[in-house]
């Protein structure tokens, strides 16, 4: 979170995410999104750090991009004889993302006001009546880029109350049912596979559904639910990598085609985030366990993989097999992947099914007002932990008085084991399920939790058939060539032999990493050897996401065959 702050954020190319709109036409079609993705992520970070040199960052930002707009509201890149093409509706849709997010941390009302300058606008200019324009010729990959202006019309209408914004997301509706739109409700029920739905284009056509996710828990229309679930069962069971992922080439590909070599561009870093805020919309709308084990293994994994835990450089696709290619300068998904990691402190205390629960098991501390037996409770929650290296969670409670109120606690699905202990009384959890600690609570009570992080051993399947992972808990393993140099010289991966996980498995000391490093976790693999009275060697893994932050070339899928 703090090289996402440091050597990201407070880095940033503030003239080259700003002068499309000071200095009319932008110097790339989509050069617009970057200044609303900026303020989104920098407003969450500010909110989690109150960073001073953040603030003045991003009120500087703010301040140019608000005066920038057009009496009209328009507030894109293009000169207006090029108004409404490529990707103009887009950089509307980031910049209501941005500014709305800016309104909601800050309570600046000249923001708001902006924004439903915009909204307005594309009221005004798309629709069915005579001389609007029709929205799906307004963006690229069938029509799926501008109308996933959806979401932040949807948070518009709930900042506002107006009912022509609400309006407005039912006409994208039935402008995706066009003969010329992505029919991307109408593909999803004949065929339940989201190939099939317009191009296939993957970020564009998450961003719609989680729209139309937000726009479900406004409006509670029962038509709009089915295809969203639908839509997440096709990714999650059939086109998701072990890392929390989709995509290959920015597109879906058939059922569990999963390449994920270098030059398959897989993970594109929009992809990751976005998957993560679709599954931050089923949760709040099912409070169903499963949202939360998806959002956990795309911040463990590829989402914090895609950033360089030293310099803030980004990969845009990150491969599973190969170096990831870490670059610093400003594309779509250098601008989306600090964004998801700024999301992350919403995952670790928040309300599921009315209940305060515990999802997330990172160190953290968390205050609200409760209601107890009708009075207002003040509690504050501190998590202290150094997961995910140890498998021991300690919470401490101080409410403002003594008062009897449920908390959760998420399960793991990875754990097989799970107590919680409040005093003399333990408590024991099953997997992918919530555990409920319904009791009186007084201030300084301590709930200790313990829980068993096997380490798994996941098959390659169809597509690296006889490779296997290593999965610690949340946390995808992988080999990095830089740590491993000497053995990788004097052994081949293909002849190696895996000895039996539970005794061959161990933590080694951080103080064999290199000193620049970032991230305490190794583990050591010992592996038999091939050659005649040669002792067995180790093999060195570390968490995906920490691997290749020197530039070593990454193996997840390892050509080791388990024998007993």
């Given at each position: 979170m703090n090289q996402n702050l440091v050597e990201r954020l407070l880095k940033i190319d503030e003239e080259g995410i700003l002068d499309g709109y000071l200095q009319r036409p932008g110097h790339h079609p989509w050069a617009g999104e970057h200044i609303g993705k900026y303020l989104e992520a920098a407003c969450n970070v500010w909110k989690n750090t109150h960073n001073a040199e953040l603030k003045i960052q991003m009120d500087r930002l703010m301040y140019l991009l608000i005066h920038s707009q057009k009496e009209d509201g328009y507030l894109g890149t293009y000169t207006q004889d090029e108004y409404w093409t490529s990707w103009d509706v887009w950089s509307h849709k980031y910049n209501l993302y941005g500014l709305l997010a800016y309104y909601n941390t800050t309570g600046y009302k000249p923001a708001l006001e902006a924004c439903k300058k915009m909204g307005n606008l594309l009221c005004a200019t798309f629709g069915n009546k005579s001389g609007q324009k029709d929205i799906i010729l307004a963006g690229t990959h069938v029509g799926m880029a501008a109308t996933s202006i959806l979401d932040p019309m949807v948070e518009l209408y709930r900042y506002t109350g107006d009912k022509k914004y609400l309006d407005f997301c039912y006409y994208i509706l039935e402008a995706w049912e066009q003969n010329n739109g992505p029919k991307i409700i109408s593909r999803l029920l004949?065929?339940?596979?989201?190939?099939?739905?317009?191009?296939?284009?993957?970020?564009?056509?998450?961003?719609?559904?989680?729209?139309?996710?937000?726009?479900?828990?406004?409006?509670?229309?029962?038509?709009i639910l089915t295809p969203i679930l639908i839509a997440w069962k096709s990714i999650a069971d059939n086109k998701l990598y072990i890392t929390g992922t989709t995509s290959s080439m920015e597109y879906f590909q058939n059922d569990n085609k999963l390449p994920a070599e270098i030059n398959d561009h897989i993970g594109e870093g929009c992809v990751t985030t976005t998957w993560i805020q679709f599954n931050k919309e089923l949760l709040a709308i099912t409070g169903d366990i499963k949202y939360l084990e998806q959002i956990e293994n795309s911040i463990y994994n590829h989402l914090l993989a895609a950033e360089n835990p030293q310099t803030g450089c980004v990969s845009y696709y990150t491969p599973l097999m190969g170096a990831k290619p870490y670059t610093c300068y400003i594309t779509c998904c250098q601008s989306s992947v600090p964004r998801g990691i700024a999301l992350t402190p919403n995952f670790t205390v928040g309300t599921v099914k009315n209940i305060l629960t515990l999802m997330l098991y990172e160190p953290a501390s968390y205050h609200q007002t409760i209601l107890a037996a009708g009075k207002k409770i003040n509690l504050s929650i501190n998590v202290v932990t150094n997961f995910p290296e140890t498998d021991e969670v300690t919470v401490v409670l101080n409410t403002s008085q003594t008062a009897f109120f449920p908390i959760s606690l998420?399960?793991?699905?990875?754990?097989?084991?799970?107590?919680?202990?409040?005093?003399?009384?333990?408590?024991?959890?099953i997997s992918n399920q919530y555990l409920t600690l319904n009791r009186l609570w007084k201030t300084g009570e301590k709930i200790k939790i313990s829980f068993k992080m096997p380490v798994q051993i996941i098959g390659g399947g169809s597509n690296y058939p006889n490779l296997i992972a290593y999965k610690r808990g949340p946390q995808v393993l992988a080999l990095d060539e830089s740590l491993n140099g000497n053995f990788l010289k004097l052994n081949t991966l293909e002849a190696a032999k895996l000895l039996p996980v539970e005794n061959n498995f161990e933590k080694v000391q951080e103080s064999i990493l290199p000193k620049q490093w970032i991230g305490k976790q190794v583990y050591s693999v010992k592996l038999a050897t091939t050659k005649k009275d040669t002792p067995s060697q180790n093999l060195l893994l570390v968490p995906f996401a920490d691997a290749g932050q020197n530039n070593g070339t990454v193996k997840v899928w390892l050509p080791l065959h388990i024998y007993k």
């Open positions: 004949a065929t339940g596979n989201v190939k099939d739905v317009g191009n296939g284009k993957a970020y564009e056509m998450i961003s719609n559904f989680t729209g139309l996710a937000k726009l479900y828990r406004v409006t509670a229309d029962k038509k998420r399960v793991p699905g990875w754990c097989t084991s799970f107590t919680a202990s409040v005093g003399n009384t333990t408590y024991t959890g």
